[in-house]
Structures are given as structure tokens and as C-alpha cells.
């Protein structure tokens, strides 16, 4: 473990905020950009953050301002990874004393929750999604041995109460996006459809794209869907596309730095990504931070009726919600948008719009409040201004 | 025409003709869904596109709904209905968003276009005959001949694919002017100018993708799709049953029905009073657990004697897969119950279920490991010690066949090596190289990949169609019941062409099945037992007891023997050595049996 000199200076002025997280920038993902965006914006507490060593952390940590604790070690195993995560986390802690703990993924729970114990500090724990379904017993522990809990999405909150954790202490705070500094939109040649997932899980609906995109052809026969991200199901995605004779009509761009997949969000007419309820005990899309993405561009989106994307996107308003499972529908959906430019702008304007209340400054602040707020109120605190709602859009 | 195809459709009739540009299309049909109003051709509120359409569009439900947003106004509740709306809205591309089995034909009289299309696997038949800018379809291949009498005459190169395989490869027939459109394909016709052309417009995935996945999430994403499959398959306006055989793969139907049912699940089977194999036993163990309404039919031996030549007689091409006579009989027999029946078919070629593609990925595998030298030596070794059969298996087993041979006389019990001693003078001067050079050219390249699932793919494409689900198709529709199968489901074949070969080849079909059976319906201890038994048939004992009568007709006035197809002397040293019991032949003798009663019909010499 590569340990930093304790700090000296104590401000007492303001609470000590400990951030424990299994993923933060420069490796890339989705729970490593709320953990840092929650850490580099967070103003009113005194910061420091538990993370994973990884490729070029160093340089990034000098250059981010954050103070981040690198934990080294764990080999090739997840679980050992995690184990001297937590390990770690629980040692700083007996010299940072922090006053609350930020838990960014139930893996840190552990850690969390003994720093809680032995500190009687207050503890509030982050959830996404998927690791709920995956790990539902840990997400039970991770919920109860926390003061409150962040669920990305009113999807999330319920899958949180159905592991059996208690509904009272949940907060819905949707993720945050980046507002883009030039939203115009750039030229492209032909009608271009964006996916933009890893391809690594089948509730995304690449395969049902596929077979939408057969129907799509039928009228708008230059359309071209081009899909950012890559994974081990792509393999698998090309076959089927030309099983279905459309191979010709896909761009596979694979994982692309992110401004040339800015570029894509301001070129394409539209983001499509149907995801679906995934199959058994799993658990889907947690919020689906990529339509905000594309609102943020101006760009309407199609998405599953299903999960956290009902929170992202609002039914006809910033983009159209459908059956994911259903071909026909997703189809109609693209093409709609594709052939009534009127109607893809009036919803791209106000999934603009939208977006901006998204902008992760406003998401920092709802979570510091809430951060705060188990300060103040002591233990009832999260039971004083609990948030079964979404606290904006989704109404 | 129509009137040929009166089993396929006993309930109604009809014909729509453009007398301008002379285009005929007509429908009989079964009626199971709106029963009343699903008169056909169908046509579209201003008469200019007409459907007629053969089988079933499980989704049918969810596209009129979508067609009904769009705009579109709907006069009864057929899937015929839908399919014309559907054609209005996009054309050709439409097939990609039907789920089901279905043939059908759309007349479209603005552009005076015809659109035939045939389902992804091949559930449905359609044969067509096109000379000089005429086209003919039909769902069966009587009835294209009834209408041009001109083609009834045999291709000897079909009839020597139908002995190596017992059954005729498509896309040909076994008459010469006669094709059938390959599922997954459609077939765009111009009226004017008379030209058409042919596509796929869907393929089984070729190949396994090798990636980590964790058996958990595909076996829930399989559960998935396949109760999706089994309630959609469920929905009919008259009563629906499931064909039950005791193994694993109709258990599972009748498993989800029986979870998709309001009511007590109807269940069928079928047993023997002859032979070592019996499976009403397990079927009802697990009927009881189930708790259905399960019904037992007894094939009797006096059954069989009328039964067998009544049924391989009147299919409209040969058919040598005995089980389609056991399925006529529970077919015949659940139909007063049910007009609709679940079956397990495909399973076994979605999720490799044949252990034999685990034997031969094996041998491929050990092949390349032993030296040749060391196979002959072993054969010579054998030889010299007297045990001149084992030596004669052991080199074929070993020998370095390619792969596809092996499968080859695997599955056809090495047929084609007995072609010399039983073709007679018609047969003699076919090259016979050519019915392995035809399933080469299917099988396409091996190409890096396992043989496995090259050879899953291979039985996607051949024995499937062409021999699976004619019997399932003819059978069933002979007596007016319709078999609905559960496996054949878009998104759950996509799902299983998709998964890592070694995935299937660790028998991951089996623990899929395991994960997706609730607990206790087969007990776990008795699993490995459950074999591939699926309506097994005892045709051994069959030609030495009932059937003995009949190929003895057969070889005193037997068309394919007096027209010289096959030496009478040849299969009367069989029939001898099989009904003395020193020999099994019903490998050979089932096949000619079945062309023999067959052929005599298609020359009108039945009941001669």
C-alpha cells in the first residue's frame, strides 16, 4: 500500500469526508466518474479518497487537485483487490477520522460500515444496479449499515428495497452529466443512429437493434447505426448482423477517447440504446447516464420503457420509450425520428434543457446536502428528508 | 390446387385472381385463430395488396398494435391481417419482424410484384416451379404437380440423396422442375418481365464466439426467452396440448405451458406394444408431477400394418424418418382433444443435444494427435487376430475420414457404401460422389472453428428442415393438428448459435435444462439417464412382424424394383437376413420401404 503522510493540519471547520471507491479516473467508467466528479466538486467537506492503483494514476492525481490514497495489490483477483481495499480504508480512517464516509459501490461497504462501528461516524452508500442483482445479500448489508443511501434512479431504489434494504433511508440523486462547451451539431453524410455501451451485457438490446435496424433500412436506406464501445459479446453482434444482412449499414468503432465520441454525439440524428430488464435475478440500467450524454448534445433518444432510463428520459418529451423487446417498436421509433426532423429537434431542445439540471455541479450539491445533512440531524437526519422521489425530472 | 391441400386446411377456401395481369394466389386454411373472419386472401383496405399465408404469427398481437398506432385499420383479427399491413408499411423487410412459422405470398397489384417468404427454419413448406416468366408455389409439392401434370417424373440424383439420407435435401425435390424456397429465404417476383430473385434474409449463426460469460446469466436470459416462446406459442382460440415424449426437451415444453395454462395443461404421448423401448412410463411419471390431463396412445403392431403404408404413401416427397409414424398416430389421436400441440422439436440442433457432435469433435481432435501409421497398424493388428469387424470399425472409426464423412455415416448408418450392391440398372451410372459433393458445398468451410458446431450448423441448415420438420410439419397436417415448436423461437436460436462451442460441448445444454426445470419434476439422480430417446421407434421388430406383408408386396410389385431403382434380389437377401433376426437392416430396409410406398402412389400404383 502506497500511504500518503497523514494530514497534519486539521481544519476544523469544516467535516472530514472519506470517499471509498473500487474504481476512480484515469481507468475508465461509469461509477469512476461519479466518484471523482463527487470528490474534485465537493466544497464544503475536507475530501480525501480511498482507490485501486492503476496505469497513469499518479499523473492524474497530481494533476486533479483530489487527495487520493492509491491501495496497490490484490493480483489478478477481484475479491483480494477488494479485500486490501477495504483493508486499507479502514486503516486511513483511524488517522483521517473522518465524520462521514462515502461508500461509492457496496464492495466498499464493508470498510464503510466498521469505520461507522468504530468511529460512530455517519455512513451513506452509493448504488448503481447491476451489483445489487449480482450481489444482492452484500447490497442488504451495504444498505442497512448506512445512515442513508444514494440510489441513481427510482429503478434502483426499488431494487434496493427488494434485496431488503430499508426504503426509509433512500434518496434518489440521479447521476450527473457534462455539459458539452460546443453542443452544435456537425455534418454528417448519411442518417447516423448512436449507440454508445460497452458491448459486455445483453439487457443494452445491441441485439435487438439489430433485428430494428433491418426494419429501419426498409425506409431510410442509407441510414448507418455506428455503435461506441467494444466487449467480449461484439464477436457475437457481427454474426448476427450478418445473419440479418445488415452488416453493410453498421460502423463497429469499438472503445474511442472521448472526444471522438463527443464528435459522434454531435454528428448523429439520434442515440437508440433499448435496454431491457435483464434475464433472472440480474439487474439492468441503473440510470443511464449516456441519454443524458446525448441530451446534453441536443440528440433525442429511443430507450426501453423499462428501469432507470424512464428517470433519464422523459416519454416524448426528450425522447421516445418503447418495449425493448420488441423489434417493430424500436423501429418505428428510429424512423420517426429519423424521417421528422422537426419532431427530433423539439425533442433534442428539450433534452438540452433538461440535461442542464443534470450538470454535475447541481448533482454535487444534492449529494453534499445530503452528506451534510447526517451531520446535523444526527441520526434521524435521514429519516427527516428521506426522498422516495426522484428530486427532479422524472415528473 | 386448393383442393389438394384439404387436410393442410380443412375449414375453408379461397382464391383471389388479378384477371389484368393474371396472377392467382390461393389459401386453405386451418382455422385456429378468429375462426369466423380469418377467411383468406386476406386484403388491405383498398384491395391492392393481397396475403395468402401458411402458419403462424406468434407476435401477431403486438404487430397489430403497432400497426394500429401507425394507422392502420384492421377487419378481422387474423395474423393474415397483419402480414398485409406489414407488407404496406415496409415492404419486403417486414419478415424481420415476424416471429413464427409461416409461408406466404403477397400480391402486390400496384407494383405488380409477388413476395413469397418462407420462415427462418424452415417450418413451413413451399415448393415452386418457374418456367419461362411463369412462377407456380404451393405449400405442397401434389399439389404444383396436379396443376402441371408435365412434371411428375423422378430425379434419380434425388432419389439416390434420399437412400444415403432418408429424406430429400433441399432446396431440390425429388422432381426435377420442382424447388422449394430455403427457409430464411424470400423471393421477390415481376409480373412484368417475368424475372425473380432470391435472398436470405435470415442464417443460423454460423459459428460459436468464444468469450467469458457466466453460465448463470445465459442460462436465466434461455429461461427467459423460452417462457416468452412457450406463452406466445400458447395463444389460439382453440384448445392447445403438448406432445410429451418423456425426454428432457418436451418435459421442459410442458413444464412452461403448464406455467403459461389458465387450465389443466392437456398432455399426449405415445407407446409401443412391441420392442425394448417404452417411454409412457417417464411421460406419465412426469405428467403426475405436472399434474395434466395426460392422455396415452398404444401404437399396436395391427395398428402399424395399415398405419405405416397409409402415412409414407401419401407425404408429397419420401420420407424415411420412422418416427413420423408414431407422430401421425398421437397426432391423429390428440386431435379430437386439441387442434394445436406443443412440441420439443430443434432442441437438440440449437443446444447440441447429439452427443455425437461431442464424439466427433473428439476424433477430429485425436485424429490430429495420432499418426496415421498408428491407426493402420492398430486395423492390421485386429485383423491378423481374427476380429476382422472390430478391425473394420475400429480403422473406420480412426482412420483419418474427414469429418464430415464421418458424420456422414454416423448419422446415415453408412448408407452410401451399400449403394452398389442395391442400386439397380437406373441408379447404376449416377456419380455418386455428388451427394457428399452437394452437403460439402451446405456445410461451407470448417474454417478455424470447431467441428462441432460446424456440424450443429450443418443440421440447422439440412436435417433439420428437411427432415425434422417435414415429419413434424406432414405428419401433424395429414391429420389437421398444428405442432407448434417451442424451441424454434428467433431470439433463443440467436442466443444459442451465439454461445462458445465449448460451452454446448461441456454439456451445457444439459445443466441449461437442469437450471431452467424446476426442481423435482426429473429427479436429479435419475438425469443421466435421460438420453436422447425422443419418440424412439421399435421399425426393427415392426419389419419383421406388421410391416413383413407389406415390403413383401413391395418387392413383388414394387415400382422403384420393376423400374430398375433398386435390385429386387439385393433387398431380398436383406429382407431374409432381417426377418431371420441374424441381422438388423432397418437401416436400409425403412428407407426402401418408405420410397417404395411413395413411388408407387406418385405413379398411381397404390392399392395395386
Same mark, same amino acid.
Given at each position: 500500500?502506497?500511504?500518503?503522510?497523514?494530514?497534519?493540519?486539521?481544519?476544523?471547520?469544516?467535516?472530514?469526508?472519506?470517499?471509498?471507491?473500487?474504481?476512480?479516473?484515469?481507468?475508465?467508467?461509469?461509477?469512476?466518474?461519479?466518484?471523482?466528479?463527487?470528490?474534485?466538486?465537493?466544497?464544503?467537506?475536507?475530501?480525501?479518497?480511498?482507490?485501486?492503483?492503476?496505469?497513469?494514476?499518479?499523473?492524474?492525481?497530481?494533476?486533479?487537485?483530489?487527495?487520493?490514497?492509491?491501495?496497490?495489490?490484490?493480483?489478478?483477483?477481484?475479491?483480494?483487490?477488494?479485500?486490501?481495499?477495504?483493508?486499507?480504508?479502514?486503516?486511513?480512517?483511524?488517522?483521517?477520522?473522518?465524520?462521514?464516509?462515502?461508500?461509492?459501490?457496496?464492495?466498499?461497504?464493508?470498510?464503510?460500515?466498521?469505520?461507522?462501528?468504530?468511529?460512530?461516524?455517519?455512513?451513506?452508500?452509493?448504488?448503481?444496479?447491476?451489483?445489487?442483482?449480482?450481489?444482492?445479500?452484500?447490497?442488504?448489508?451495504?444498505?442497512?449499515?448506512?445512515?442513508?443511501?444514494?440510489?441513481?434512479?427510482?429503478?434502483?431504489?426499488?431494487?434496493?428495497?427488494?434485496?431488503?434494504?430499508?426504503?426509509?433511508?433512500?434518496?434518489?440523486?440521479?447521476?450527473?452529466?457534462?455539459?458539452?462547451?460546443?453542443?452544435?451539431?456537425?455534418?454528417?453524410?448519411?442518417?447516423?443512429?448512436?449507440?454508445?455501451?460497452?458491448?459486455?451485457?445483453?439487457?443494452?438490446?445491441?441485439?435487438?437493434?439489430?433485428?430494428?435496424?433491418?426494419?429501419?433500412?426498409?425506409?431510410?436506406?442509407?441510414?448507418?447505426?455506428?455503435?461506441?464501445?467494444?466487449?467480449?459479446?461484439?464477436?457475437?453482434?457481427?454474426?448476427?448482423?450478418?445473419?440479418?444482412?445488415?452488416?453493410?449499414?453498421?460502423?463497429?468503432?469499438?472503445?474511442?477517447?472521448?472526444?471522438?465520441?463527443?464528435?459522434?454525439?454531435?454528428?448523429?440524428?439520434?442515440?437508440?440504446?433499448?435496454?431491457?430488464?435483464?434475464?433472472?435475478?440480474?439487474?439492468?440500467?441503473?440510470?443511464?447516464?449516456?441519454?443524458?450524454?446525448?441530451?446534453?448534445?441536443?440528440?433525442?433518444?429511443?430507450?426501453?420503457?423499462?428501469?432507470?432510463?424512464?428517470?433519464?428520459?422523459?416519454?416524448?418529451?426528450?425522447?421516445?420509450?418503447?418495449?425493448?423487446?420488441?423489434?417493430?417498436?424500436?423501429?418505428?421509433?428510429?424512423?420517426?425520428?429519423?424521417?421528422?426532423?422537426?419532431?427530433?429537434?423539439?425533442?433534442?431542445?428539450?433534452?438540452?434543457?433538461?440535461?442542464?439540471?443534470?450538470?454535475?455541479?447541481?448533482?454535487?450539491?444534492?449529494?453534499?446536502?445530503?452528506?451534510?445533512?447526517?451531520?446535523?440531524?444526527?441520526?434521524?437526519?435521514?429519516?427527516?428528508?428521506?426522498?422516495?422521489?426522484?428530486?427532479?425530472?422524472?415528473? | 390446387?386448393?383442393?389438394?391441400?384439404?387436410?393442410?386446411?380443412?375449414?375453408?377456401?379461397?382464391?383471389?385472381?388479378?384477371?389484368?395481369?393474371?396472377?392467382?394466389?390461393?389459401?386453405?386454411?386451418?382455422?385456429?385463430?378468429?375462426?369466423?373472419?380469418?377467411?383468406?386472401?386476406?386484403?388491405?383496405?383498398?384491395?391492392?395488396?393481397?396475403?395468402?399465408?401458411?402458419?403462424?404469427?406468434?407476435?401477431?398481437?403486438?404487430?397489430?398494435?403497432?400497426?394500429?398506432?401507425?394507422?392502420?385499420?384492421?377487419?378481422?383479427?387474423?395474423?393474415?391481417?397483419?402480414?398485409?399491413?406489414?407488407?404496406?408499411?415496409?415492404?419486403?423487410?417486414?419478415?424481420?419482424?415476424?416471429?413464427?412459422?409461416?409461408?406466404?405470398?403477397?400480391?402486390?397489384?400496384?407494383?405488380?410484384?409477388?413476395?413469397?417468404?418462407?420462415?427462418?427454419?424452415?417450418?413451413?413448406?413451399?415448393?415452386?416451379?418457374?418456367?419461362?416468366?411463369?412462377?407456380?408455389?404451393?405449400?405442397?409439392?401434389?399439389?404444383?404437380?396436379?396443376?402441371?401434370?408435365?412434371?411428375?417424373?423422378?430425379?434419380?440424383?434425388?432419389?439416390?440423396?434420399?437412400?444415403?439420407?432418408?429424406?430429400?435435401?433441399?432446396?431440390?425435390?425429388?422432381?426435377?422442375?420442382?424447388?422449394?424456397?430455403?427457409?430464411?429465404?424470400?423471393?421477390?417476383?415481376?409480373?412484368?418481365?417475368?424475372?425473380?430473385?432470391?435472398?436470405?434474409?435470415?442464417?443460423?449463426?454460423?459459428?460459436?464466439?468464444?468469450?467469458?460469460?457466466?453460465?448463470?446469466?445465459?442460462?436465466?436470459?434461455?429461461?427467459?426467452?423460452?417462457?416468452?416462446?412457450?406463452?406466445?406459442?400458447?395463444?389460439?382460440?382453440?384448445?392447445?396440448?403438448?406432445?410429451?415424449?418423456?425426454?428432457?426437451?418436451?418435459?421442459?415444453?410442458?413444464?412452461?405451458?403448464?406455467?403459461?395454462?389458465?387450465?389443466?395443461?392437456?398432455?399426449?404421448?405415445?407407446?409401443?406394444?412391441?420392442?425394448?423401448?417404452?417411454?409412457?412410463?417417464?411421460?406419465?411419471?412426469?405428467?403426475?408431477?405436472?399434474?395434466?390431463?395426460?392422455?396415452?396412445?398404444?401404437?399396436?403392431?395391427?395398428?402399424?400394418?395399415?398405419?405405416?403404408?397409409?402415412?409414407?404413401?401419401?407425404?408429397?416427397?419420401?420420407?424415411?424418418?420412422?418416427?413420423?409414424?408414431?407422430?401421425?398416430?398421437?397426432?391423429?389421436?390428440?386431435?379430437?382433444?386439441?387442434?394445436?400441440?406443443?412440441?420439443?422439436?430443434?432442441?437438440?440442433?440449437?443446444?447440441?443435444?447429439?452427443?455425437?457432435?461431442?464424439?466427433?469433435? +473428439?476424433? =477430429? $481432435?485425436?485424429?490430429?494427435?495420432? %499418426?496415421?501409421? &498408428?491407426?493402420?497398424?492398430? @486395423?492390421? /493388428? #485386429?485383423?491378423?487376430?481374427?476380429?476382422?469387424?472390430?478391425?473394420?470399425?475400429?480403422?473406420?472409426?480412426?482412420?483419418?475420414?474427414?469429418?464430415?464423412?464421418?458424420?456422414?455415416?454416423?448419422?446415415?448408418?453408412?448408407? +452410401?457404401? =451399400? $449403394?452398389?450392391?442395391?442400386?439397380? %440398372?437406373?441408379? &447404376?451410372?449416377?456419380?455418386? @460422389?455428388? /451427394? #457428399?459433393?452437394?452437403?460439402?458445398?451446405?456445410?461451407?468451410?470448417?474454417?478455424?472453428?470447431?467441428?462441432?458446431?460446424?456440424?450443429?450448423?450443418?443440421?440447422?441448415?439440412?436435417?433439420?428442415?428437411?427432415?425434422?420438420?417435414?415429419?413434424?410439419?406432414?405428419?401433424?397436417?395429414?391429420?389437421?393438428?398444428?405442432?407448434?415448436?417451442?424451441?424454434?423461437?428467433?431470439?433463443?436460436?440467436?442466443?444459442?448459435?451465439?454461445?462458445?462451442?465449448?460451452?454446448?460441448?461441456?454439456?451445457?445444454?444439459?445443466?441449461?435444462?437442469?437450471?431452467?426445470?424446476?426442481?423435482?419434476?426429473?429427479?436429479?439422480?435419475?438425469?443421466?439417464?435421460?438420453?436422447?430417446?425422443?419418440?424412439?421407434?421399435?421399425?426393427?421388430?415392426?419389419?419383421?412382424?406388421?410391416?413383413?406383408?407389406?415390403?413383401?408386396?413391395?418387392?413383388?410389385?414394387?415400382?422403384?424394383?420393376?423400374?430398375?431403382?433398386?435390385?429386387?434380389?439385393?433387398?431380398?437377401?436383406?429382407?431374409?437376413?432381417?426377418?431371420?433376426?441374424?441381422?438388423?437392416?432397418?437401416?436400409?430396409?425403412?428407407?426402401?420401404?418408405?420410397?417404395?410406398?411413395?413411388?408407387?402412389?406418385?405413379?398411381?400404383?397404390?392399392?395395386?
Amino acid at each position: 500500500m502506497d500511504s500518503m503522510a497523514p494530514s497534519v493540519s486539521r481544519l476544523r471547520e469544516r467535516p472530514r469526508l472519506l470517499i471509498l471507491t473500487p474504481d476512480f479516473p484515469p481507468a475508465p467508467g461509469g461509477i469512476q466518474v461519479v466518484a471523482h466528479r463527487l470528490a474534485a466538486g465537493i466544497r464544503g467537506l475536507q475530501t480525501e479518497v480511498i482507490a485501486p492503483d492503476s496505469p497513469g494514476a499518479a499523473q492524474f492525481d497530481a494533476a486533479s487537485g483530489v487527495r487520493v490514497h492509491r491501495v496497490r495489490g490484490g493480483g489478478g483477483l477481484r475479491g483480494g483487490r477488494n479485500a486490501l481495499l477495504n483493508a486499507a480504508a479502514l486503516k486511513h480512517a483511524l488517522s483521517f477520522r473522518p465524520d462521514v464516509t462515502l461508500s461509492a459501490h457496496i464492495v466498499t461497504s464493508p470498510a464503510a460500515a466498521a469505520i461507522r462501528r468504530a468511529r460512530g461516524s455517519r455512513t451513506v452508500q452509493y448504488f448503481h444496479a447491476e451489483e445489487i442483482g449480482a450481489k444482492p445479500r452484500l447490497a442488504a448489508f451495504a444498505a442497512r449499515h448506512a445512515d442513508a443511501s444514494i440510489a441513481v434512479s427510482a429503478y434502483t431504489a426499488s431494487l434496493i428495497a427488494a434485496a431488503g434494504g430499508p426504503p426509509e433511508r433512500v434518496h434518489v440523486i440521479a447521476n450527473g452529466t457534462d455539459i458539452p462547451s460546443d453542443p452544435a451539431p456537425r455534418p454528417v453524410d448519411r442518417p447516423t443512429i448512436l449507440t454508445i455501451a460497452r458491448i459486455e451485457e445483453r439487457y443494452k438490446g445491441h441485439d435487438v437493434m439489430v433485428r430494428a435496424l433491418a426494419l429501419v433500412l426498409a425506409k431510410v436506406p442509407d441510414a448507418q447505426w455506428v455503435v461506441i464501445g467494444d466487449g467480449s459479446l461484439r464477436p457475437g453482434l457481427e454474426q448476427l448482423a450478418r445473419s440479418y444482412g445488415v452488416a453493410d449499414s453498421i460502423r463497429f468503432l469499438g472503445a474511442v477517447p472521448d472526444d471522438q465520441r463527443d464528435a459522434w454525439l454531435a454528428r448523429a440524428q439520434l442515440l437508440a440504446m433499448p435496454s431491457r430488464l435483464p434475464a433472472g435475478e440480474f439487474a439492468g440500467e441503473g440510470f443511464g447516464i449516456v441519454y443524458l450524454e446525448a441530451a446534453a448534445y441536443g440528440k433525442p433518444v429511443v430507450a426501453g420503457n423499462v428501469g432507470g432510463a424512464v428517470d433519464a428520459v422523459v416519454d416524448g418529451e426528450t425522447g421516445l420509450l418503447v418495449d425493448p423487446l420488441d423489434p417493430l417498436a424500436v423501429a418505428e421509433a428510429i424512423t420517426r425520428l429519423l424521417q421528422d426532423g422537426e419532431l427530433a429537434r423539439r425533442l433534442g431542445a428539450a433534452g438540452a434543457a433538461r440535461a442542464q439540471t443534470y450538470a454535475w455541479s447541481r448533482v454535487v450539491e444534492r449529494v453534499e446536502a445530503l452528506l451534510l445533512a447526517q451531520l446535523d440531524g444526527g441520526a434521524g437526519a435521514a429519516d427527516g428528508q428521506r426522498a422516495r422521489e426522484p428530486e427532479h425530472g422524472g415528473s | 390446387m386448393c383442393a389438394t391441400l384439404r387436410h393442410r386446411g380443412p375449414d375453408d377456401e379461397g382464391v383471389h385472381s388479378d384477371v389484368a395481369s393474371g396472377v392467382t394466389i390461393g389459401a386453405r386454411r386451418l382455422a385456429i385463430m378468429d375462426i369466423d373472419g380469418g377467411h383468406q386472401p386476406l386484403c388491405n383496405e383498398d384491395g391492392s395488396v393481397w396475403a395468402a399465408f401458411n402458419g403462424e404469427i406468434y407476435n401477431h398481437p403486438k404487430l397489430r398494435e403497432d400497426l394500429r398506432r401507425r394507422g392502420h385499420r384492421f377487419s378481422t383479427n387474423t395474423d393474415t391481417e397483419v402480414l398485409v399491413h406489414l407488407y404496406e408499411e415496409y415492404g419486403e423487410a417486414m419478415v424481420h419482424a415476424l416471429e413464427g412459422m409461416f409461408t406466404f405470398a403477397i400480391w402486390d397489384q400496384r407494383s405488380r410484384r409477388l413476395l413469397l417468404a418462407r420462415d427462418r427454419f424452415g417450418e413451413k413448406p413451399l415448393f415452386l416451379h418457374e418456367h419461362d416468366g411463369e412462377l407456380l408455389f404451393a405449400s405442397e409439392l401434389t399439389s404444383l404437380l396436379e396443376v402441371k401434370p408435365q412434371l411428375r417424373e423422378l430425379d434419380p440424383y434425388a432419389i439416390d440423396a434420399f437412400f444415403v439420407f432418408a429424406y430429400v435435401p433441399g432446396p431440390g425435390t425429388i422432381v426435377p422442375g420442382v424447388r422449394q424456397l430455403p427457409p430464411g429465404h424470400l423471393l421477390s417476383w415481376e409480373r412484368d418481365g417475368g424475372v425473380s430473385r432470391e435472398r436470405s434474409w435470415w442464417a443460423p449463426p454460423e459459428r460459436g464466439v468464444r468469450r467469458r460469460e457466466s453460465f448463470r446469466s445465459v442460462a436465466a436470459e434461455a429461461k427467459l426467452l423460452f417462457a416468452e416462446s412457450v406463452r406466445t406459442r400458447m395463444v389460439a382460440d382453440v384448445p392447445v396440448g403438448v406432445f410429451l415424449s418423456g425426454g428432457v426437451d418436451s418435459t421442459l415444453v410442458a413444464v412452461a405451458a403448464a406455467e403459461a395454462s389458465s387450465q389443466r395443461l392437456k398432455t399426449f404421448t405415445v407407446g409401443y406394444d412391441t420392442g425394448a423401448v417404452n417411454e409412457t412410463e417417464r411421460a406419465r411419471a412426469v405428467a403426475g408431477r405436472l399434474d395434466s390431463d395426460h392422455h396415452e396412445v398404444t401404437l399396436t403392431q395391427a395398428d402399424v400394418a395399415e398405419r405405416a403404408p397409409a402415412v409414407l404413401s401419401r407425404l408429397d416427397q419420401p420420407l424415411g424418418d420412422r418416427a413420423a409414424i408414431p407422430l401421425h398416430a398421437l397426432s391423429e389421436f390428440a386431435r379430437p382433444r386439441v387442434t394445436v400441440a406443443l412440441g420439443g422439436e430443434g432442441a437438440d440442433e440449437l443446444f447440441g443435444g447429439y452427443p455425437r457432435y461431442r464424439w466427433l469433435e +473428439r476424433a =477430429r $481432435r485425436l485424429q490430429s494427435a495420432l %499418426p496415421e501409421v &498408428a491407426v493402420r497398424s492398430l @486395423g492390421g /493388428v #485386429l485383423r491378423q487376430s481374427g476380429r476382422v469387424r472390430q478391425a473394420a470399425r475400429a480403422s473406420a472409426r480412426l482412420a483419418p475420414t474427414p469429418v464430415l464423412e464421418r458424420n456422414l455415416d454416423w448419422v446415415t448408418s453408412e448408407r +452410401r457404401h =451399400r $449403394r452398389e450392391a442395391l442400386y439397380g %440398372p437406373r441408379l &447404376a451410372q449416377l456419380d455418386r @460422389g455428388r /451427394v #457428399l459433393a452437394n452437403l460439402a458445398t451446405q456445410a461451407g468451410e470448417l474454417d478455424g472453428g470447431t467441428a462441432a458446431r460446424w456440424l450443429m450448423h450443418l443440421d440447422q441448415v439440412h436435417y433439420l428442415p428437411d427432415d425434422v420438420l417435414v415429419k413434424t410439419d406432414r405428419a401433424s397436417m395429414l391429420v389437421s393438428l398444428e405442432i407448434r415448436t417451442a424451441f424454434l423461437h428467433a431470439g433463443l436460436a440467436e442466443l444459442a448459435g451465439s454461445l462458445d462451442t465449448s460451452m454446448h460441448l461441456a454439456g451445457a445444454g444439459k445443466a441449461l435444462v437442469h437450471e431452467m426445470l424446476p426442481p423435482g419434476i426429473i429427479p436429479a439422480a435419475r438425469f443421466g439417464r435421460y438420453r436422447k430417446t425422443a419418440f424412439r421407434v421399435p421399425a426393427a421388430e415392426w419389419l419383421r412382424g406388421p410391416l413383413a406383408p407389406v415390403m413383401s408386396r413391395q418387392l413383388e410389385h414394387g415400382v422403384i424394383y420393376r423400374e430398375g431403382y433398386f435390385d429386387r434380389h439385393a433387398a431380398e437377401v436383406l429382407v431374409r437376413e432381417h426377418t431371420a433376426s441374424t441381422h438388423d437392416h432397418s437401416d436400409q430396409l425403412w428407407p426402401l420401404l418408405a420410397l417404395g410406398l411413395w413411388a408407387d402412389r406418385f405413379y398411381g400404383l397404390d392399392g395395386a
